[in-house]
């Protein structure tokens, strides 16, 4: 599957704005999901091959090093109407595959993925909802409080690199929101953690969405589960990304990253 890019905006001085139209998003269709996603495919520069491709054809004819790099993306806004997905990118500078060419994507230019997919839908059975993570869980939950009916009460702490870096989320429920930010410090790896031991959880069941940064992400799954009592069940929870690893490199050991956080709670 393929789309155009028609519009990109900068959102925060590391959040990037892309819409896609065109292409194949006419058979595009949503899961009943906030968090759905799409694994998106990045060639190298100047792959020998269209801008537009077939992903298994690629693998078969070119070597290894000649494959798109994939990253899976959280879908921000599906319009079904104008057959428009927007989707935010983490950029920091240089680093890493997507944000780069997110960074540097003009309109007109294709972008090929697979999806979408996604699991999780905030309950409207649960008593209020819990929201925790950084930018890179930014979409789904900006996505999740756009759906909360009025007389819902939501929870939310974020954490980014300073004010600058914040977004507007809108909800109609009643939203407790606190952005905390960081001070490239050894201890910013503590701030969302250290944030929810100090909140105050209302009563009744909650439904959790935790994702973020590995190390972060496993520190509160295990607050959340042994300290509070949630229910496994009533959580999504996802280390993304992880400190001072690359893509590449997190994808070789987040499986064994994810099996070792279930023996913090064994």
Request: glycine share 6%.
């Amino acid at each position: 599957m393929y789309a155009r890019v028609t519009a990109r905006q900068q959102l925060t001085p590391s959040l990037v704005r892309v819409v896609l139209s065109d292409g194949d998003l006419a058979g595009f269709t949503m899961p009943a999901a906030t968090d759905a996603y799409v694994n998106v495919a990045i060639p190298p520069p100047d792959a020998p091959y269209d801008d537009v491709f077939d992903l298994a054809e690629v693998r078969e004819r070119f070597a290894k090093d000649l494959w798109p790099a994939r990253r899976r993306y959280t879908v921000r806004a599906w319009d079904a109407d104008r057959k428009e997905l927007t989707l935010d990118f983490v950029v920091h500078g240089d680093s890493g595959v997507a944000g780069p060419w997110a960074a540097r994507v003009r309109p007109g230019d294709v972008l090929v993925f697979e999806g979408p997919g996604g699991g999780y839908l905030p309950d409207p059975a649960a008593d209020w909802h819990l929201m925790v993570g950084d930018e890179s869980a930014l979409p789904a939950i900006a996505a999740s409080l756009e759906i909360l009916p009025a007389g819902t009460r939501a929870l939310v702490r974020l954490v980014c690199d300073g004010p600058a870096h914040e977004v507007e989320l809108r909800s109609e429920a009643e939203v407790d929101l606190l952005w905390l930010h960081r001070a490239g410090m050894p201890s910013d790896e503590e701030l969302l953690v250290s944030a929810l031991r100090t909140a105050a959880f209302p009563e009744g069941r909650v439904q959790a969405f935790v994702h973020g940064e590995a190390a972060e992400i496993r520190e509160i799954r295990k607050h959340l589960l042994v300290d509070r009592g949630l229910a496994r069940a009533d959580m999504s929870c996802s280390p993304y990304w992880r400190r001072e690893m690359t893509d590449e490199d997190w994808r070789q050991v987040k499986r064994d990253f994810v099996a070792a956080m279930e023996t913090d709670v064994a």
